[in-house]
């Protein structure tokens, strides 16, 4: 009974939609059955007001209304217009409810179906009565599915948004784990090369001190080695820093050779992809280069941000494909796929993903087009030069 008692967590833009949709049909077709028959009327009302905690208790709901049409169908009132609550009802409990309880609701709209041909139907002829039974159980079944699909929709959705959040995390926790070792690596070689040096120094200085007035020679040998020690050191100190400044220096200017991913990357990528459940055909034409590091991590964060786009967008069953041509002069990079895509409205935000993806091509001297294609799905195409920025 948990599901029928504990409230679901509904945000207040979804319990204003509520309300706006029961009043909506309860002035409709509430007062049109309450024009009818005045009892008739009453019991259409019953069957839509309580449409308005729909999603807070969506078994609750349910089952209520399919109370009151039972008491509609024991009292021998026809079939109103205030009968749509209950297409309601088990559309919402077959997308918010729990599974076992929607699996009973639409035992119990096949009970309905049933009783409602015996009842109404009762005297006209098997062929009407099976026609009517039909139509009634398409139309429930029908609603039932629809709402079923939207549940699998959203726990499909739901679970890529868990995973992508986890990554993230992943991610940041890996980063944060490579930063810490760099400072243990970086603390270590500062202790053996400045420690181990000062070191040497100071019982160099300590002998040479004391072996000055007895023996000159060996103050000279001990101020020989402090001088060398020193040297060496310094050059180590300068070695460190000088790789330090090269870190700093890749930070800046992506032109650097650094470890990031690039096309080498993308067929690992797409493996991840498809491991998540997404079909991805990959492409290579044209003959492969070596192409410099900041271009191939563009291409690489290109695809990268087309398939998670797609993940995201263009919902169960979408098939995609990635497709690399090594031209003369550019590289072009297409990823495009079959799913709803096309059918989204253009928004005046293009959002962070595609503005990103035109920056990096940017700072490479390309260009990035997407948008969704003219029979469907979505496209993105990006063009990057091999001879990179004109300035360059």
């Given amino acids: 009974m948990t599901g029928f008692l504990t409230a679901r967590r509904v945000s207040p833009q979804s319990k204003a939609f509520d309300l706006l949709l029961a ?18 009327g009453v019991v259409g009302l019953a069957l839509l007001v309580p449409l308005i905690w729909r999603r807070s208790y969506p078994e609750l709901v349910f089952f209520g209304v399919s109370a009151i049409a039972v008491l509609q169908w024991l009292a021998g009132i026809e079939l109103q217009a205030g009968n749509v609550g209950l297409l309601v009802a088990l559309y919402t409990i077959s997308v918010y409810g729990e599974v076992k ?37 398409a139309v429930v079944f029908g609603v039932w599915a629809f709402g079923e699909r939207r549940r699998t929709r959203g726990l499909y959705v739901a679970q890529l948004e868990e995973r992508a959040i986890q990554a993230e995390r992943d991610r940041d926790r890996e980063a944060t784990l490579a930063v810490t070792n760099e400072r243990t690596r970086i603390a270590r070689e500062i202790h053996d090369v400045v420690a181990h040096g000062l070191s040497i120094m100071i019982v160099q200085a300590d002998g040479g001190l004391y072996a000055a007035d007895a023996s000159p020679e060996q103050a000279k040998k001990a101020l020989a080695t402090i001088g060398d ?45 498809r491991e998540a459940g997404l079909t991805v055909d990959y492409e290579v034409t044209g003959t492969p280069r070596d192409l410099p590091a900041l271009l191939g991590l563009t291409a690489y964060r290109i695809v990268q941000e087309g398939l998670t786009n ?7 069953g979408a098939r995609t494909s990635v497709t690399l041509d090594f031209g003369r002069e550019m590289l072009t990079v297409v990823v495009t796929d079959d799913g709803r895509g096309g059918g989204v409205a253009p928004t005046s935000d293009p959002g962070h993903g595609l503005v990103g ?36």
């Fill in 101 to 137: 309880y929607s699996r009973i609701a639409l035992g119990i709209g096949g009970l309905g179906v049933l009783m409602a041909t015996a009842r109404y139907y009762a005297n006209s002829d098997w062929r009407q009565q099976i026609t009517m039974m039909v139509a009634f159980g």
């Fill in 310 to 316: 797609t993940l995201k967008h263009a919902g169960p």
């Fill in 357 to 392: 993806m035109r920056q990096r091509a940017s700072i490479s001297g390309g260009t990035v087009n997407a948008g969704p294609k003219a029979g469907g799905g979505y496209e993105v195409v990006a063009k990057l030069p091999y001879a990179g920025p004109p300035d360059q």
């Fill in 229 to 273: 020690t020193g040297r060496a050191s310094l050059t180590e100190m300068r070695k460190m820093l000088g790789l330090l400044k090269q870190d700093e220096q890749n930070e800046l200017d992506p032109n650097q050779p650094r470890p990031q991913p690039g096309v080498s990357s993308l067929p690992e990528l797409v493996e991840n992809v």
């Fill in 23 to 40: 009043g909506g049909l309860t002035l409709f077709f509430g007062f049109l059955s309450l024009a009818q028959a005045q009892f008739a």
